[in-house]
């Protein structure tokens, strides 16, 4: 079992930076695949960025690719998400996701927190 909670969102200007976080508390931390995905109003929740438990090998949707950065450190049980060159269509509810077995881009992941919000103003 792994609880996680976001931490990080806020109100920012287009073209501006947040830094997400996500912290995990329960065992074997390390060996779970890990992601965030986002959700707007009205819209499905969407693959954003993912990354293997060794932190080797990383994933993002083409909408942010170049933009936003995932990592995470096992040892301090936290994985996080630096997202420069915001922009407004960024805004959505962000969530930390968790999967015992493999990286996906769809939102069927073991375990979620409970969402942090990015709003940017343009």
């Known amino acids: 079992q792994v609880q996680l909670v976001e931490s990080g969102g806020g109100l920012v200007q287009a073209g501006g930076s947040l830094r997400l976080s996500c912290a995990a508390s329960?065992?074997?931390?390390?060996?779970?695949?890990m992601a965030w995905f986002r959700q707007a109003p009205g819209k499905e929740r969407e693959f954003v960025a993912a990354?293997?438990?060794?932190?080797?090998?990383?994933y993002y949707a083409d909408s942010v690719k170049g933009r936003f950065t995932i990592s995470r450190d096992n040892a301090k049980r936290t994985m996080s998400l630096q997202m420069n060159s915001l922009k407004p269509e960024d805004t959505a509810v962000y969530y930390c996701?968790?999967?015992?077995?493999?990286?996906?881009?769809?939102?069927?992941?073991?375990?979620w927190g409970q969402g942090t919000q990015v709003t940017v103003s343009s």
């Open positions: 996701a968790a999967d015992r077995t493999m990286v996906r881009t769809r939102p069927e992941y073991d375990y």
């Open positions: 329960g065992r074997s931390f390390n060996t779970y695949y």
């Open positions: 990354i293997s438990w060794s932190a080797g090998r990383t």
